[in-house]
């Protein structure tokens, strides 16, 4: 024992041992970013170890040219090393929503038995490995990601139809943060175990030590279930807060967006095996919509965890999973209340190229306009026909001018998004005539844009409604770019209204702007006991509806658009459980 | 701005505010103990605030005898203020163990209209208290449970049958430990969501600075059933886990066992009622086996939460309730491996002592004795015989000594109990005339003792049956004093048998006494690859089904025992969500 000298040393280096792991190492090499991503998402501030921006010269010198060369090979070939070898090859239907010309990427279609059997045998040295080494591969697999950005916006852009800046940032960057994030959070749960203790205490005369070992366990399975339009968001933290907890992953793409997903399994995969472990702890399972495999893979007794992105139908029915650990995002009825604005012009070109991007695709695109008889602003009250008046005309600017169309819209992902407008602005016209029905109007037809580089781009731009505040039509997701603008009796009544739908429709991004700090109170303590958040007056944040890991948490999990939240601790802290054994010493030693 | 001097100053101290809150106030009163029993959970050593011994000179003066008199004052009486003050009064079916007579203790039977109506009210201004002021509250009311913990032993005592000790350490200091342990989880969990942060970055060229907030939201009302023998160990997590994280609770004892849960929550109620807040945030349900109430307080529409302890079926109904965050513990076939000792009388006397203790009705009471055809001790091998035969001698040293056995055995809660203990002892009689169909033998028949205090008390010493490996008698959960012991063929089979057991039917606490290193390295693997907790060479610990909050993990929740762990992070981060605000600063402020 060292004399007590007052001065506090350093704790002992352990001597680094010539069997530390490959994922030993990484955790070592990545440790400074976990460090300030654990930092940072603590304090809740920006962080990012990731390049939003595609700029050539941030990059490796032909990064991007490499990517492109990527997709130019993969395009009509099998791409390898994302299941058992045993699986045979398989054709989705994968279409480009910018060029609609087939990908042709074949890939492996294993079937459960394969996929199980496979995980069977993969996962116990995983479920061995110390938490530290899980996470040191996870930390690695995301550095890998990021190193192939160029290679997955090609992927994302052409199977999502995400424009290519959105599809480089926000399933690049963005979606990499969300992964990070998880394994910070998954880390920061499993650290809060202590491996070992020395316990002691007197059991009446007797002096007691109990030597006490913890030890994380997996809860098995995880299948991820990824959404068609934005697949890495959900999907990145899911496949990483359930690798680091030490349970395998089968991860289950939309069957018209397998590439994005295929390419990140693969890399996950090769990264497993670079450090010593099974490539099967990842799996991509693939179906089509005709046969889809989703229940198989959820019914097998190996799974115990879910993670679902997309319709709140399926969402719902997986909610009733009791037999599984089920994390959902889908959907909901975003509001926006425009009751002041400081400078009004600004709000409304936030507002509508928000509407415009990506064309509506996105979980947190503002889809219910509530409008007072005036909106106030500096410069006097503007009455709601000329807020609708304004906001139109923003739209049909960003709608109008291809380049900028294209860079904001981007593609629509799937035809039946357009079919379903269709229907809905056709019934619409028909109440039009019959209004005393159903009084939504037709504020601004959807149309398709010309895109500049892709002339055969599903394309559309927003399709506006004006529908009254009674109306039901809006209280449920309309997918895609639609919208609709509400005019309301007063503030209050957009408020109890946008709260209402909330609470019972759903909301993963709420928006209201207003000058008056007293109302802003009031929206915020509505929307909080609604069970949803809220963003105020984002104009200079482009879009406004961005999200940032580390920051804001995404989905509250208290009302209907999903029951998780990215990331919080309960997104990670029932994926593992605690043994312990615990040994009495003998008197001697005690 | 400070200048940089180099020195590390100390934080501003806010000044004390004239409006801190008494919830506040207990906070920074029971800081240190939070702080001692935050640092004892992490690092899993020993340690509690609060007296595990009865002995008069630890206590103030009187206590004692203060406990006495308001045990005999309450018979015959009406407990008040566990209840809305509208409920009508009701006399529930208890009767004491030890004195086979009725309490006589009346109740607020409120209806589930009167809870959740008043609940309703109750809950908006706990839910946007301080987390802190929460954990203040929580804290206080442990305080004040701690100081009323003779008469919570003598209510403990008259209703579950425990034995005086058991009642004052057990349902006294041990549960208040896990009591606080829930409120140092949650705490954790809640500490871990910053209260605000400044977001500052740039979106192209815009520097944009938002104002975030978080608040911390709970889930809605909690449920908590208390089981008849033990009620305060699994009640008081789930009372104060869900206090602390903003949740009202409806706390639902067994009818057999009102009058300490109504104690406690008389005392909780108080609590919050000094404190500022409405003492409806806790609310005591009452019913009869007959009349049961538990599903009318689940099904209701404002329930999130529920905690339940007692049997396997109703816990597995309630699992399967999708729609409601669902903590169980119910009942394993907790095993012992005998492979070996260097002591092995003082292993059958631990052993011994831990089935007759509170007569087998403790979910960490041993089950299954798995015995080889020799035990290794270092005076050569024993043969099973011989180890069966000094086993029920020290079985019998417990029973057949009044005074032994009244302060270890205690009273048999329910008169079911002893009625299962003889129609398994009469078929296990019939079967050894037929030992083709089924081979049990009855080793030793479970007893009444007399006991010297309570003449008429309900008491039982052990029923030790012997079983064959193969027979499936042992396979399920067999509530009171009846074990078995298993002759295997070799250790391998003990550990093949007692492992898999764990798996398909649940352990709560399993045991094995080993001398042999690789041995216990074997079975810590298999018990912790079922998904269950093992103590080796338990001896000195006394009793060696002891379990220790802030160092073990109670329960796994990876096999059938339960799906909930006292306490780990999983046990508090879902009961509370997170919604947040963020505002953009406008161009100047930011």
């Not at 996950?268 to 450090?275: I, Q």
């Not at 695709?361 to 219910?368: A, D, F, S």
Request: glycine residues 6%; negative net charge.
């Amino acid at each position: 024992m060292k004399p007590a000298t007052g001065i506090v040393e350093p704790p002992d280096i352990e001597p680094e041992s010539a069997t530390r792991s490959q994922g030993d190492q990484w955790f070592a090499e990545h440790a400074e970013v976990l460090r300030l991503a654990d930092a940072a998402s603590r304090a809740r501030t920006a962080f990012t170890p990731y390049l939003e921006s595609p700029r050539a010269h941030l990059h490796p010198v032909g990064a991007k040219a490499r990517g492109q060369e990527w997709f130019a090979a993969v395009r009509n070939s099998a791409l390898s090393g994302t299941a058992p070898d045993d699986a045979e090859l398989f054709l989705p239907d994968e279409i480009s929503p910018f060029t609609q010309e087939p990908l042709g990427v074949r890939y492996a279609r294993p079937t459960p038995e394969q996929i199980f059997s496979a995980i069977g045998n993969a996962a116990p040295s995983w479920a061995a490995a110390s938490p530290q080494e899980r996470v040191g591969v996870c930390l690695e697999a995301l550095d890998r990601l990021h190193q192939d950005v160029f290679a997955n916006a090609y992927a994302t852009m052409h199977t999502t139809g995400q424009p290519f800046i959105m599809a480089f940032a926000g399933s690049g960057a963005n979606s990499l943060d969300r992964g990070l994030e998880a394994v910070v959070y998954a880390m920061r749960a499993m650290a809060d175990v202590a491996p070992a203790a020395e316990f002691r205490r007197s059991f009446g005369a007797a002096e007691v030590t109990l030597d006490k070992r913890y030890q994380i366990r997996p809860r098995g399975v995880g299948v991820v279930i990824a959404c068609g339009s934005y697949p890495a968001w959900n999907a990145y933290p899911a496949i990483f807060a359930n690798l680091a907890t030490g349970n395998p992953v089968v991860v289950k793409p939309h069957p018209a967006t397998v590439l994005p997903v295929a390419r990140a399994v693969q890399i996950v995969r090769a990264v497993l095996a670079e450090a010593g472990h099974d490539p099967n702890l990842v799996i991509m399972a693939v179906d089509t919509t005709d046969e889809p495999i989703a229940n198989a893979l959820i019914d097998h007794p190996a799974t115990a965890i879910v993670d679902f992105t997309g319709s709140p139908q399926y969402g719902q029915e997986l909610e009733q999973r009791f037999d599984r650990l089920v994390f959902t995002e889908t959907a909901g009825t975003n509001a926006v209340i425009l009751e002041s604005a400081r400078d009004l012009d600004a709000v409304l070109v936030a507002l509508a190229r928000s509407l415009c991007l990506f064309s509506g695709q996105m979980c947190t695109t503002p889809q219910n306009v509530f409008v007072p008889p005036v909106v106030q602003t500096p410069t006097g009250p503007v009455p709601y026909a000329q807020v609708r008046r304004r906001l139109l005309a923003e739209i049909d600017r960003v709608a109008t001018d291809p380049r900028i169309a294209a860079a904001t819209c981007g593609a629509v992902h799937s035809q039946t998004t357009i079919a379903a407008l269709d229907a809905l602005a056709e019934s619409s016209q028909l109440s039009q005539r019959d209004a005393a029905h159903s009084p939504e109007h037709v504020l601004r037809q959807h149309t398709a844009y010309e895109h500049p580089d892709f002339p055969r781009a599903r394309t559309c731009t927003p399709l506006v409604l004006e529908s009254a505040a009674r109306d039901d039509l809006h209280r449920a997701e309309r997918f895609g770019p639609v919208s609709f603008l509400i005019p309301v009796q007063d503030r209050d009544e957009a408020l109890a209204l946008a709260a209402a739908d909330a609470a019972a429709c759903g909301a993963i991004a709420s928006y209201c702007y207003t000058t008056d700090l007293s109302y802003a109170d009031a929206v915020e303590s509505a929307f909080f006991a609604a069970g949803a958040s809220i963003g105020f007056n984002l104009v200079r944040q482009a879009p406004l509806n961005f999200t940032a890991a580390f920051s804001d948490y995404h989905v509250t999990g208290l009302n209907p658009a999903g029951n998780a939240c990215l990331t919080d601790l309960a997104f990670v802290a029932s994926r593992f459980r605690i043994v312990q054994s615990k040994t009495e010493r003998v008197g001697a030693e005690a």
